[in-house]
């Protein structure tokens, strides 16, 4: 990330400030002669696409800040005030909650990529796990956020959750209590939600900019998994890359927006809308969509203890996964067997999030069960036995050979913008 | 390969055997769905069914519940039931709310002014169980507040359809789903009603509305179906009062970002074109700049 050689500061100012502080440089090497592989597909414009949600969130979030009210008697209220008396509270607020599901969508869009393409390999494992720290910190902050409301979901949610920590042996009791600020989810645990979700954010920010540090070091994978040989094999990040990334970040904008402006509601329940009553138990306590195959996990596990060390590991492994995967090819493409693994492990994980969603009995526990064993099987077995046996396709000497081997056109492999007449 | 074949034929076969409990799980009737102005992407309020449903309100729900998010002023703004402002004073003049200490401390009821809320009918939770034996709640988002399990595949179209009344289609279904007495085999707990839609079946709101009891001079058909529809669709605005607006934006919106996306598109299809027909043109930058050679 040092200064860059090539950058020649245009104007007078800019001179006197490279010497200074050449931060001119920095985003001239980072962002605009920063070689990209030429064949990156789509897959890859989720990273820029996360960046935006992240910024999207910090903005709306600091407007609602002003305006929302952390306290349990005036919280669900002063969310209704924004709605209602808030110059654009309605769109603040929808954009935020809304924003919220596309940023996990992003996220896991971009995990599944960098699973499929073997993006998390040498020399990219710190690269990746620092993506999982990223995931686990968006995970604390959306249930933090969630509770701000102080909805029936809101609640009972945070209820539900912080009692995870009592199956610890021993010092889980005081850890819940610590936790609640109390001997009950009350304003203490309303106020310390509200200012770690305010904090956790600019976490967030801090991490990201190792990610891109890192990513930076490394270099990006791409869909063949095999490093740029030569200056055919790459373009500059600015237009190439950058005009991409724009492309699909309007037409994921398009998706943001239909829900935002014309089912706001979609993704939220509707027991949400009724004050927090610490006296009334809602029917089915059901999480947010992108918990649901977290919460699958934790109830296919008859035992409360190890359901919440299941719950824990199904996010954990997930930092390993560098090491449990011993193949060394890295993409998929040229990986047959691993590749129909991999399309099972995406339909467990969308199973797991419907059965998530399931009252827990009958054959929805026995199927959760199926798949759970699978999803940690994936990484515990197959994984690791598949990179001994599996008998893998040649790879390609090049980038430049694949792309036209493929006999397409360098850099062409744009599919139709499906989402643009939405 | 077949290993991952036979796993994906089980995993499938797993989940349709969740398939009948899903079934099971409804004991109440899916609420038919009504024709809504407010639907779709162009949806506004019918003005004059929003009035009459705050005329059912008034004469009917106001016993009961109460309306504490919703300020008399509100009945004027832009995208509501389309009151002027004479007629919004005029309406909350009507009403008795707590006022503000006098000279003497002392708090004495006064008639409400635009800035008021609709006042909420009885002081406190314990106040409305000794008179009413439950807690009538408040009404102000009770369209959002509830809605009924749509399930697979419905849900899945919902995103396209654009539905997002489940609330009202079940208040209406609710104001107009009870019966005279159970089914045979069904008792009901003291002072509770038998109603078709409520889950559980046993409500303890008695019948609000019959046929004529309030009166419509538009012309509107004064019945039980009526009512239900009109009071449900006020219900919508007092939760969503600014629907309108959203989807008037939301269209502009949507029209500016299909222009964008659509100039990237051939933004980045020429930028890239380049690239395809003279590769030798580019002007990658020096070998020394690989991160991995």
Same mark, same amino acid.
């Given at each position: ?11 007078? !100012? ?31 414009? !989720?990273?820029? *696409? ?19 009210? %952390? ?23 929808? $954009? ?61 949610? &945070? ?9 610890? %042996? ?29 904090? $956790? ?54 998706? !943001? ?5 014309? *089912? ?20 089915? *306590? ?15 596990? %008859? ?6 060390? &299941? ?87 090049? *980038? ?23 | ?119 909420? /009918?009885?002081?406190? #939770? ?11 709640? #408040? ?49 009901? /707990? ?16 008695? /019948? ?9 001079? #538009? ?10 529809? #009109? ?47 003279? /590769? ?14």
């Amino acid at each position: 990330m040092s200064g860059h050689p090539t950058y020649q500061p245009q104007s007078a !100012f800019m001179r006197w400030m490279e010497r200074r502080l050449p931060i001119g440089g920095l985003i001239y090497s980072s962002f605009v002669v920063y070689p990209t592989p030429r064949n990156l597909n789509y897959w890859w414009t !989720f990273g820029g *696409i996360l960046a935006f949600m992240l910024g999207v969130q910090i903005v709306t979030g600091v407007v609602l800040a002003m305006h929302y009210t %952390p306290q349990v008697d005036f919280a669900f209220d002063s969310v209704e005030r924004i709605m209602r008396d808030v110059n654009y509270g309605w769109l603040l607020r929808y $954009l935020h909650a809304t924003g919220a599901s596309m940023f996990f969508l992003a996220a896991y869009i971009h995990m599944f990529r960098g699973m499929y393409y073997g993006s998390y390999k040498d020399p990219r494992e710190v690269l990746w796990i620092l993506g999982v720290i990223l995931l686990l910190l968006m995970i604390m902050t959306g249930f933090m956020g969630y509770v701000l409301p102080w909805g029936q979901m809101s609640f009972w949610a &945070a209820t539900v959750i912080t009692n995870l920590f009592s199956a610890i %042996p021993l010092v889980g009791e005081p850890i819940v209590t610590w936790l609640w600020g109390g001997y009950a989810v009350g304003n203490p645990t309303l106020n310390r939600f509200y200012s770690l979700h305010y904090l $956790l954010p600019f976490v967030i920010v801090g991490v990201v900019v190792l990610h891109i540090w890192a990513l930076h070091v490394a270099g990006q994978n791409n869909p063949t998994g095999v490093e740029p040989k030569s200056e055919e094999d790459t373009v500059a990040f600015t237009p190439y890359a950058t005009i991409k990334d724009s492309f699909l970040l309007a037409v994921f904008c398009i998706l !943001f927006a239909w829900f935002v402006f014309y *089912i706001p509601n979609f993704l939220l329940a509707p027991d949400n809308y009724i004050p927090a009553n610490p006296a009334v138990t809602p029917t089915h *306590i059901v999480p947010e969509w992108y918990y649901l195959p977290f919460y699958a996990i934790l109830r296919a596990i %008859p035992n409360k203890l190890f359901g919440v060390m &299941a719950l824990g590991a199904s996010i954990l492994i997930l930092a390993f996964l560098p090491w449990l995967d011993t193949s060394k090819v890295r993409s998929a493409r040229y990986r047959p067997l691993y590749r129909q693994f991999f399309w099972v492990f995406v339909i467990v994980c969308v199973g797991l999030g419907w059965l998530g969603g399931k009252p827990p009995e009958g054959n929805y526990v026995l199927i959760a069960r199926i798949f759970t064993v699978y999803y940690f099987a994936f990484f515990l077995v197959i994984l690791p036995v598949l990179g001994k046996v599996e008998r893998t396709k040649p790879l390609p000497n090049s *980038i430049s050979e694949s792309v036209l081997r493929e006999g397409k056109p360098i850099g062409a492999q744009a599919p139709p913008p499906a989402g643009a007449k939405a | 390969m077949t290993v991952a074949r036979t796993i994906l034929a089980l995993a499938v076969s797993l989940a349709a055997l969740g398939a009948p409990a899903l079934a099971q799980e409804h004991e109440a009737p899916a609420p038919p769905m009504n024709k809504w102005s407010f639907a779709g992407p162009f949806g506004k309020y019918d003005r004059a069914q929003l009035q009459r449903g705050l005329k059912v309100y008034r004469e009917v729900c106001q016993v009961c519940h109460g309306l504490k998010l919703v300020a008399f002023r509100t009945l004027a703004d832009p995208g509501g039931p389309g009151f002027t402002i004479a007629q919004a004073t005029a309406i909350a003049a009507e009403y008795q709310v707590k006022g503000e200490p006098d000279d003497q401390g002392e708090v004495k009821d006064r008639p409400g002014r635009l800035a008021d809320v609709f006042p909420t /009918p009885f002081p406190n #939770d314990q106040a409305a169980r000794a008179r009413y034996n439950a807690v009538p709640p #408040d009404l102000s988002v009770m369209a959002k507040a509830r809605g009924y399990e749509r399930g697979f595949p419905r849900w899945v179209g919902d995103i396209f359809t654009q539905y997002q009344e489940q609330g009202v289609d079940y208040l209406t279904a609710l104001l107009h789903g009870y019966k005279d007495a159970p089914p045979p085999g069904v008792t009901l /707990p003291p002072g509770n009603f038998y109603n078709e839609y409520f889950p559980g079946h046993a409500i303890a709101m008695p /019948p609000p509305l019959s046929d004529k009891r309030v009166d419509y001079t #538009d012309g509107a058909p004064m019945t039980v179906e009526q009512y239900a529809k #009109d009071i449900s669709a006020f219900l919508m605005w007092t939760a969503e009062p600014h629907l309108e607006a959203r989807k008037r934006l939301g269209m502009q919106v949507f029209i500016f970002l299909i222009v964008l996306a659509g100039l990237l598109y051939f933004t980045k299809k020429k930028v890239w074109h380049e690239v395809e027909l003279h /590769p030798e043109k580019l002007k990658p930058p020096p070998p020394s700049e690989y991160p991995r050679a």
